[in-house]
């Protein structure tokens, strides 16, 4: 499956953004979602991730509240909705995929990755 997200760029803190990432070249439901981040000088860090049908959810601690990940299977299309963005959450933000059932929260669980998209946050 290919991955591409969109929707990164440069916000205020406090401000709303939205990360979209569009799926093609498999059954998208058959996938499990996740978005992950890396930071300039960290690791790669788990954000959030969504089960196949868009029930089961899972957040990191730092972005619980915040942030909302959605799916559209219909559409192919996976969404993360970023709320009371602060200067810590300025990352490359990766999508990823798995054809699985479990609803991972680590990278290494996951098979497809996208390019990501740079969000920047300024104080």
């Known amino acids: 499956v290919q991955l591409v997200e969109s929707g990164g760029g440069l916000v205020q803190a406090g401000d709303l953004l939205r990360l979209s990432c569009e799926a093609s070249g498999r059954t998208f439901s058959d996938y499990i979602m996740g978005w992950f981040r890396q930071g300039p000088g960290k690791e790669r860090e788990f954000v959030a991730a969504i089960g196949r049908s868009g029930i089961v959810t899972r957040y990191a601690d730092s972005v619980k509240g915040r942030f909302t990940i959605s799916r559209d299977n219909a559409k192919n299309m996976v969404y993360l909705h970023m709320n009371s963005l602060k200067p810590e959450d300025a990352a490359v933000y990766y999508c990823?995929?798995?054809?699985?059932?479990?609803?991972?929260?680590?990278?290494?669980?996951?098979?497809?990755w996208g390019q990501g998209t740079l969000v920047t946050v300024s104080s």
């Open positions: 990823a995929a798995d054809r699985t059932i479990v609803v991972y929260t680590v990278s290494y669980e996951y098979d497809y």
